[in-house]
């Protein structure tokens, strides 16, 4: 359950922490608290349930990883003791912290592998990626936009391009961006002489308009006078705004370029 760069220091009073107990005893348990650097906690046996217990292992047991929140932190001739506590973390702040737990967890994972790929070692790989992203409240979304929109973020926020390019690479080959498709069957006919070309300019139109970063748009024919397009982004709300600034742009052409039909169906959302 480590994680290769750990934080220095100590936690605040009030801190959530992921700690992993090692020792059990009547009075309490000792935990080595997974996020930093040669750190253990103490588990007040008054500390580990809202209910009373008999017996501390019927809660809490070895190799167990919990969520504590900090309740004293002390430094004592030069060694830091920190007490946390179990019961007084609600049910809504355990989960949020395990998922960032495993989020960082990723994050450093990727940045791990990367400095394998590229021959360098931890430390480096601290110094010049990691001491930049653990900045962030969550370092995987970091990763995640680098994935959609290139290494130049990673490079924006000072981590030199060579690492950069190697951790954009590893982001690739380990984080799959979820997104969402809208697909609609536009109808276009015109009986004018020149019809075809004033078909094909209002789909050259939709084609390359430029709808925005992380988005996609594909149309093609699927048998005239019928024709596919396909909407792809991150978010469903984005996607139908597309649909819908589409829909519009279409309306107004058929009418200026006299498209004798014109008719838009919204046919299908996928989540991929």
């Known amino acids: 359950m480590s994680i290769p760069f750990r934080k220095r220091g100590s936690p605040e009073v009030g801190e959530l922490v992921v700690a992993q107990v090692k020792k059990v005893f009547d009075y309490g348990a000792y935990a080595d608290l997974l996020e930093y650097e040669n750190l253990e906690a103490f588990i007040p ?12 292992r019927d809660v809490i047991r070895e190799n167990h990883v919990v969520v504590g929140k900090v309740i004293r932190v002390e430094k004592k001739l030069g060694k830091v003791q920190v007490d946390i506590s179990i019961k007084r973390v609600l ?41 930049v992203l653990e900045k962030e409240p969550d370092p995987l979304s970091i990763l995640e936009e680098a994935v959609l929109r290139g290494p130049q973020i990673l490079a924006q926020r000072g981590i030199p391009e060579d690492w950069a390019s190697a951790v954009f690479s590893e982001s690739q080959r380990h984080i799959s961006i979820k997104t969402v498709k809208i697909r609609a069957i536009a109808e276009l ?19 390359n308009t430029n709808y925005g970063s992380n988005t996609k748009v594909v149309v093609y024919t699927i048998g005239a006078p019928r024709y596919r397009i396909e909407i792809e982004a991150v978010d469903y709300k984005v996607a139908e705004d597309i649909y819908n600034k589409i829909s519009r742009f279409l309306e107004v052409q058929a009418r200026n370029l006299e498209i004798d039909r014109f008719k838009l169906i919204h046919e299908e959302v996928e989540k991929g």
């Open 189 to 207: 006919v015109c009986y004018k002489s020149d019809g075809i070309e004033r078909i094909k300019k209002i789909l050259s139109d939709v084609s």
């Open 45 to 56: 046996w008054s500390e580990v349930s809202t209910r009373y217990v008999k017996d501390i």
């Open 91 to 131: 049910e809504g702040e355990k989960r949020a912290k395990i998922l960032r737990w495993k989020r960082i967890q990723r994050a450093q994972k990727i940045v791990e592998l990367s400095a394998k790929n590229v021959n360098k070692s931890l430390e480096e790989a601290y110094r010049c990626v990691w001491s």
